[in-house]
């Protein structure tokens, strides 16, 4: 039986699982592969979600959503934690400056979040990242660029607990993260090579809280061709004095401002 230690972590994992398939849903199997639960057990929990109100059903596909309890949560608790409107106008200078996709990600544990994107004008745009996706710390520009910068003792950690090869390939083995944090620090910025999407590049820059650690993240993703070497170093520079900027920011006392993770 389990205990409710258990079933709060089941419901987190189920629930998180729900969130990166917004606003379409998916399916009670797909769920349980996701969350590596048994199918059952994912259907109990389900069940009793959707009658709090945490998650819905749509009537057409079957398909399981996040619920309408979840957004009146997430209202109440707005005042603590919501920074996007920090963040806002420096995704969208660099999505006008740069004419590329820009993003601010959060961190969130072992993830990074997208919680705010910005399109630019360049008219072929990726869609790796769009608002609520989930990738782990060195997946990504944002999650690369946020690894980089902890402390070495907890990259040891977080790459001896989390196998990267098993969702993402080879090109996410522990050496091969090593390095771009190597690189990501001797430059400042991330740099995401078509590593999820072939042909699709991003760059990433960390953003400070309080303690000088990396608990967000600017970035900047695109087609191959408009990140060469020479634009690199460009829109290295603009992400890097964008995320100071935010920063120094975030940093001061300000009502919406919370604790971060």
Do not use: K
């Not at 409710?4 to 606003?23: F, K, N």
């Not at 999650?143 to 990259?155: K, Q, S, T």
């Not at 790459?159 to 620090?185: I, K």
């Amino acid at each position: 039986m389990d205990t409710p230690v258990d079933v709060v972590g089941r419901v987190g994992a189920v629930l998180r699982a729900i969130s990166t398939h917004e606003p379409t849903g998916t399916t009670t199997s797909a769920l349980a592969r996701q969350s590596h639960l048994p199918r059952p057990t994912v259907h109990r929990l389900l069940t009793s979600l959707l009658a709090e109100g945490l998650v819905d059903r749509d009537p057409d596909t079957g398909h399981w959503q996040l619920g309408p309890e979840l957004f009146f949560l997430g209202s109440a608790a707005r005042s603590r934690y919501d920074v996007t409107a920090l963040a806002q106008p420096h995704v969208r200078r660099l999505a006008v400056t740069t004419g590329e996709s820009a993003f601010f990600s959060a961190r969130r544990g072992d993830e990074t979040i997208c919680l705010v994107r910005e399109d630019g004008s360049f008219p072929i745009r990726s869609h790796v990242l769009v608002e609520g996706i989930r990738f782990p710390l060195g997946v990504a520009s944002a999650g690369i660029a946020v690894l980089a910068f902890l402390p070495d003792p907890e990259i040891d950690d977080f790459l001896g607990r989390v196998d990267l090869t098993a969702t993402h390939g080879r090109q996410h083995a522990p050496d091969a993260v090593r390095r771009r944090v190597a690189e990501t620090r001797a430059s400042g910025w991330a740099l995401n090579p078509g590593l999820i999407v072939e042909g699709s590049w991003g760059m990433g820059a960390a953003v400070f809280d309080a303690d000088e650690r990396p608990a967000w993240a600017l970035s900047l993703t695109g087609i191959e061709r408009r990140f060469d070497t020479g634009r690199r170093r460009e829109l290295g520079t603009l992400l890097l004095q964008e995320a100071h900027e935010l920063s120094r920011s975030l940093r001061r006392p300000h009502p919406t401002s919370g604790p971060t993770p």
